[in-house]
T-cell receptor, first 113, second 109 residues
């Protein structure tokens, strides 16, 4: 069966520090991969999605970037965190282009201080 | 993607059926209805989806009206672990899932 992993689970970082969040999926190949952010008390916002290795699409401008170095690995990064980057970061995978179910990981709760 | 309207909150007694409504009056012919839920501090969980026919799986049933302008998610025997925010999403293409505000379901003992 397929599983999705995210780490770390929680993170406290000072403003201006770098960020790297990792997401890996097991048990599937060539999935679509997604990064979402959920700010406190708000809905989920799609940040990036990827349909293949090295293919990244950004939904909103921000100081974050994403990379997909391997088929089942998706990384979210920032060179300098802002206070507004605080939130709950969720990675999700989708089986294929003909289905729209997305399966979410446990999330990373980021607090920028 | 069509807009959806859901009640802000609902209560349900443990062991009873929870019926969560969703209006999607502008749905187009090729758009599916998806339901997800998010338990506090966890990632959203896919529940079920449908196009025209009613659907059932191990988690829930989805009833879609004949004109497809509304649907109801049914949790047949709600438990305390079903307390969550439930999202109804209408979608045909593209990548983003627009979760909206959903319905906060509280299952009480």
């Amino acid at each position: 069966s397929q599983t999705i992993h995210q780490w770390p689970a929680t993170l406290v970082q000072p403003v201006g520090s770098p960020l790297s969040l990792e997401c890996t999926v097991e048990g599937t190949s060539n999935p679509n991969l997604y990064w979402y952010r959920q700010a406190a008390g708000r809905g989920l916002q799609l940040l990036f999605y990827s349909v293949g290795i090295g293919q990244i699409s950004s939904e909103v401008p921000q100081n974050l970037s994403a990379s997909r170095p391997q088929d089942r690995q998706f990384i979210l990064s920032s060179k300098k965190l802002l206070l507004s980057d605080s939130g709950f970061y969720l990675c999700a995978w989708q089986p294929g282009r003909s289905s729209y179910e997305q399966y979410f990981g446990p999330g990373t709760r980021l607090t920028v201080t | 993607d069509a807009k959806t309207t859901q009640p802000t909150s609902m209560d349900c007694a443990e062991g009873r059926a929870a019926n969560l409504p969703c209006n999607h009056s502008t749905i187009s012919g090729n758009e599916y209805v998806y339901w997800y839920r998010q338990i506090h501090s966890q990632g959203p969980q896919y529940i079920i989806h449908g196009l025209k026919n009613n659907e059932t799986n191990e988690m829930a049933s989805l009833i879609i009206t004949e004109d497809r302008k509304s649907s109801t998610l049914i949790l047949p025997h709600a438990t305390l672990r079903d307390t969550a925010v439930y999202y109804c999403i209408v979608k045909d293409s593209g990548y983003a899932l627009n979760f909206g505000k959903g319905t906060s379901l509280l299952v009480t003992p």
